[in-house]
């Protein structure tokens, strides 16, 4: 186990919290720290949810407050009353410009002040609705600017970069964890605890569970 610190970027999501358990037990508990953004989310049970897991697995939260995002750009997570659809630019209308490059920002600032060097966060281009700052030249792009800026050796690690959602659950199993993740994430658009199962969000997430568990099954046969 390494001795050193991480620093955990955590929604209280399916995939960023598989990345916290992963970090915990690669970490060990004590060095794993977990950072939390506001930004006018449609619902507030995913911090609740964040809240409550962190609390649970006896990790320090630190809340950041990004609401300021409302001011300067729209989109349907952000704004209950617009459509969640794929938009003419090919883009889901959940995307919200500029976020992971802000989170990774402020994620290193913070990280810096505590002396940790290692950023973990749950972004993902195999599944996903091709969200430009999910890809990995974003991120290995990032993590040279960060670099620089503050004149420190961060590195970001995205242990779910290539994995399917159905990839992402066998993890969770592996961490001994499935039932814990399966149970305690939030991941609905909608904001319907325990998931509307019709959003993008839980149709992917369901579509996933139903394709590892079938995988799991084949293979104990
Ligand atoms: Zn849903």
């Not at 992402?168 to 939030?186: F, I, K, M, P, S």
Request: net charge negative.
């Amino acid at each position: 186990m390494s001795n050193e610190k991480a620093l955990v970027i955590f929604s209280g999501g399916q995939d960023s919290t598989t990345c916290l358990l992963q970090a915990i037990e690669q970490y060990g508990a004590a060095q794993v720290e977990a950072i939390t953004f506001y930004y006018g989310q449609r619902h507030a049970v995913e911090l609740e949810r964040a809240r409550w897991i962190a609390q649970d697995l006896q990790i320090r939260q630190t809340e950041l407050d990004l609401s300021l995002m409302q001011h300067i750009t729209h989109n349907a997570l952000m704004d209950s009353q617009a459509e969640i659809k794929t938009a003419d630019n090919g883009l889901p209308t959940t995307f919200v410009d500029g976020r992971n490059a802000l989170f990774l920002l402020y994620a290193a600032i913070y990280a810096k002040s505590q002396g940790i060097r290692h950023i973990i966060t749950g972004v993902c281009e195999t599944d996903f609705s091709g969200y430009p700052d999910c890809r990995d030249v974003f991120v290995k792009s990032m993590n040279v600017t960060l670099n620089l800026a503050m004149d420190y050796a961060f590195q970001i690690h995205t242990p779910l970069m290539y994995l399917s959602k159905a990839q992402t659950w066998a993890l969770a199993d592996q961490l001994g964890r499935l039932n814990y993740v399966r149970e305690h994430t939030h991941t609905c658009y909608q904001g319907v605890v325990g998931g509307c199962g019709s959003c993008p969000s839980c149709v992917l997430r369901e579509k996933g569970l139903a394709e590892y568990l079938a995988g799991r099954q084949a293979g104990a046969q």
